[in-house]
């Protein structure tokens, strides 16, 4: 025996390693850019609100120091922006209604609050992140609102507080949240890398024993079979090559067994024929008794016409080439028609044929196909009843539904059997002895049929009592 090294397939789990890693840092990237860009849009909003609540509490001390109209309100209102200034690290100014620059004061400091945004302010509060002065290494959040406090007139005074933020550690912050995500995004893949060899090479071994036990399939030899523990991943597939495996060499048996039944079908009628042909061509046989043999002559050839016309019309159901035609059938008639057929056959194996008393039944089908299907199943109940047996028929309807069942005493099927009975060319061992003639295409035949009118056939039997065949078929079909 020699014992030949597996093919193994290259690239195969390294073409799987490269998409699933590329698919995974594509997938933590987005997810990373995504949660980044969340986490520093939330940090933003956080630092823009605590900007804008500290403008607007330095705002309510500035309208309260102007509602107790101190004549010293101003360097009051001064210390106060010094305080805030030193207290939150913001630049601020103070300008009046008519956008003067109250502090610093007009200094030839820097001035905030320009037309656009004192237009942009009187609508509402002004808070935006860029570069605000020219000395500006940074981005700075500028915050800008208007307030206003009502004398003793009632009358209102607005004024502006504007302040600026250096915003750099909200870069800080986005260039940390970066970092954290290069270094995850390299763990993760460091991880999957590891984890995913190790899984892949696995699933190389279980790839080579599939390949090594198909190269035996595309060689011929079907014997072979994958096996792989259960828990593999690839266990599914292995098991269906291995079913794969077992229907072909079921189909090489059966077709090797179809053809060997075929030749000797053929065989033995065309010896039969030429002989008898020889003998009266040749006068071994007296003119006296041509007639007899020719009559055998002639019952050989329809042995032959039925092989062919068997084997011709399975072809055509298969090919779907077989066309309906609809016709109302009685059912009941049909069957005792064909029963009385088998009149001598049953007589001289002395059998009871029962319930084919007053039944009734009709249905939309194709009456020559009816008729072959019924045929069909009474010369096989017929063949395997036992000698002073039964053969007994039911007709009815039931929700839409014709059900015609012919059953027959006797030896009945094993339980391996019942699944390759209307198999193409089966024939049981028990059918081998006591079937002479035939192939095993009744039964093949009569599912294809039953299956053109939309219905089904189901068998039943057990094993030393019975065999039974119901054809269901729809009333109203075709």
């Not at 899984?199 to 080579?208: H, K, M, N, R, Y």
């Not at 024939?427 to 599912?447: E, F, N, Q, V, Y």
Request: overall charge negative; hydrophobic content about 40%.
């Amino acid at each position: 025996m020699t014992l030949q090294k597996k093919t193994r397939i290259p690239g195969l789990s390294d073409g799987y390693f490269r998409l699933s890693g590329v698919l995974l840092f594509v997938g933590i990237l987005v997810t990373g850019v995504v949660m980044v860009c969340s986490a520093v849009a939330t940090y933003t909003d956080s630092v823009k609100q605590m900007l804008l609540q500290n403008c607007q509490a330095l705002s309510a001390n500035i309208s309260a120091v102007y509602l107790h109209d101190d004549p010293e309100a101003q360097d009051e209102i001064a210390k106060l922006i010094r305080t805030a200034e030193t207290e939150y690290g913001y630049r601020l100014w103070l300008y009046d209604a008519q956008a003067q620059e109250v502090y610093p004061g007009e200094g030839g400091s820097f001035r905030l609050l320009t037309a656009q945004i004192r237009a942009y302010v009187n609508v509402d509060d002004y808070m935006e992140l860029g570069y605000y002065t020219d000395d500006a290494e940074h981005p700075q959040l500028c915050c800008v609102i208007r307030s206003a406090y009502e004398d003793e007139e009632h009358l209102l005074h607005y004024f502006y507080v504007a302040a600026l933020s250096d915003a750099a550690n909200v870069q800080e912050y986005s260039f940390m949240l970066v970092r954290s995500l290069v270094i995850s995004l390299l763990i993760a893949m460091l991880v999957f890398m590891l984890l995913f060899r190790l899984g892949t090479s696995q699933i190389d071994g279980q790839f080579e024993e599939i390949t090594e036990v198909t190269r035996q399939y595309a060689e011929g030899d079907f014997s072979a079979r994958v096996m792989l523990p259960e828990h593999a991943t690839l266990y599914p597939y292995g098991s269906t090559l291995n079913r794969m495996a077992e229907f072909i060499e079921q189909n090489e048996t059966t077709r090797r067994n179809f053809v060997a039944n075929v030749s000797h079908e053929l065989r033995t009628p065309m010896t039969t024929i030429g002989g008898f042909a020889d003998g009266i061509l040749d006068g071994t046989i007296p003119p006296e008794q041509h007639k007899k043999y020719i009559r055998i002559i002639a019952e050989e050839i329809h042995r032959l016409r039925t092989l062919v016309n068997s084997m011709l019309n399975l072809t055509r159901f298969e090919s779907g080439e077989m066309q309906l035609r609809a016709a109302n059938v009685d059912i009941a008639q049909l069957l005792i028609r064909t029963v009385l057929m088998f009149e001598k056959r049953i007589s001289d194996k002395h059998v009871e044929v029962e319930g084919l008393e007053d039944v009734s039944l009709t249905v939309r089908a194709d009456e020559d196909l009816m008729f072959q299907v019924l045929y069909n199943l009474i010369e096989n109940a017929v063949k395997f009843v036992n000698e002073d047996g039964v053969i007994s028929f039911s007709l009815h309807e039931e929700n839409g539904t014709a059900y015609i069942c012919v059953k027959n005493s006797g030896e009945g099927l094993a339980d391996d059997e019942l699944p390759r009975i209307f198999d193409r060319f089966y024939k049981t061992d028990t059918s081998r002895s006591k079937d002479k003639t035939g192939l095993g295409l009744g039964l093949s035949i009569a599912r294809k049929i039953v299956h053109l009118h939309q219905g089904h056939i189901v068998v039943k039997s057990v094993k030393g009592e019975y065999t039974s065949f119901e054809v269901q078929i729809p009333v109203n079909g075709i």
